[in-house]
């Protein structure tokens, strides 16, 4: 194989690749012995079919194949002994191709610019702590208490009031006839609370325990059953039990039951959970300051194809006239977007940052937490989408590589009070929002793919394009496929 690189100086370049008729004549041999012994044909024992024979009945679609294969073994060999890599999809076009004959054909590409990274030890970042006072904590505790319900049974001879629990069994009918789902046994309601049947517990607003009451309520639009929607039920409800909510002790008792060992353990876990809320949020600040220090690092050149993509990304959902006007502005965040990319995959290459597929899955499963009661539907939804799959690798990929970047930069270590955090976030929140369009980065936005390895990684593995053109010796264009780069 004789290879040729064209236009080394910019970023398009020809390289034109050039195979002996030998050396293709070889690989057909290869193949005719490979599908000599699964072949039948009348008259002949199976692998005893002559060579010529062979080539007179699969000798177009046996040099289609081996054209393939040539083309992608030999494109993929080209870019990586001249340490190209390529911004897209290059595209294959044949010159000389045929049976018997020399293969030829230039491959155009885009390639991915050269990054140099600056030292990353000058990137400056401020890193914060929150010291969460110890009224904060208490306050916490005190909210987590007042949401357990805590209920002891009243006197048999006081009525229930609103926010008492009533339990109850009940027999319901419509125009004096059972339906289902008319019965129920044990049923509790916290009155005031409407989350039965709408104005059914108000109506059980003084019972006592035993007491037999009867309520009329019409039955939700919404009722399992459709056939008695909006119909007007009777139900007769018998009182088993009131209860009244009362103070919840906070006490080691009420910490082991969240789980702690005892209170002074409740209140260091609380404390840490308050801090870190406020740690997460505050974290992303830094990693934006991060991608914007690294805005100021030297990308000699940006490759067309990427910001064309970048665009039409941005003007998804746009009208062609919006599209228009907003071309220039999109133009100059699909750079930075483009630029930081590049170098934080550049980056990640040089500190040989990969993603496990375990570090995947840790992921999907924090996705799966975030959507409690849909976790079937978000598991199908990445099974069935590789590219959302491989947009989640992304995401880990560029987190790995903004924790790294951390360790080696020069944070400004920073102590504050829980109200400074606010105060810092709401600020960041209001600049956020006058500017969303200026520093646009993937993780304040969803659509934001060039800023990471999930999209600079992906272009310089997409499959190659091939154009063929038809020769007169040849009397039908073989129907390649598309070369991949791997």
Known sequence: MKVTVENKKGLNKDIKVFIDKKTMNSYMDEKYEEIKNTVNLKGFRPGKVPKEILKRQFGQAIFSEVLDKVLKDTSVKALEENKIKPAGQPKLDLKTYGEDKDLEYVMSVTELPKVELKSVENIKFDEYSVKIDANETDKRIKEIAKSQNNFKEVAADVKAVEENLVIFDYKATIDGKDFTGGEGKNTQLILGKDLFIKGFDKQLTGVKKNDEKSVDVTLPENYPQKEYANKKANFICKIIE?????????????????????????????????????????????????????????????????????????????????????????????????????????????????????????????????????????????????????????????????????????????????????????????????????????????????????????????????????????????????????
Request: a positive charge; zero cysteines; hydrophobic letters at 30%.
């Open 242 to 486: 009131v209860k009244k909510s009362e103070e919840v002790t906070i006490d080691d008792s009420f910490a082991k039951n969240l789980g702690a060992k005892d209170l002074a353990d409740l209140k260091v876990l609380v404390s840490k959970q308050i801090n870190d809320e406020y740690k997460n949020s505050l974290d992303k600040l830094a990693k934006t300051q991060i991608l914007k220090e690294i805005e100021n690092f030297k990308v000699d050149e940006i490759p067309e194809n990427l910001i064309e993509e970048e665009v039409k990304i941005l003007s998804q959902g746009m009208t062609e006239e919006d599209s228009k006007k907003s071309r220039k502005n999109f133009e100059e965040i699909a750079k930075k977007r483009i630029k930081v990319g590049l170098i934080l995959n550049e980056f990640g290459e040089q500190n040989k940052i990969k993603v496990t597929e375990q570090e995947v899955q840790t992921e999907v499963q924090k996705q799966l937490r975030m959507m409690p009661g849909q976790e079937k539907m978000v598991m199908e939804f990445y099974q069935k989408n590789p590219s959302a799959l491989a947009s989640l690798r992304g995401t880990v990929y560029e987190e790995k590589i903004i924790d790294l970047i951390k360790t080696k930069a020069k944070p400004s270590k920073k102590e504050i009070s829980k109200i400074e955090a606010e105060k810092i976030l709401k600020e960041h929140q209001k600049q956020d929002h006058n500017h969303e369009h200026d520093h646009d980065y993937p993780e304040e936005k969803k659509s934001k793919p060039s800023s990471s390895k999930k999209s600079v990684e992906k272009k310089a593995t997409e499959p190659a394009k091939t154009e063929k053109k038809p020769k007169p010796s040849v009397s039908k264009k073989p129907t390649a496929k598309k070369v991949s780069k791997k």
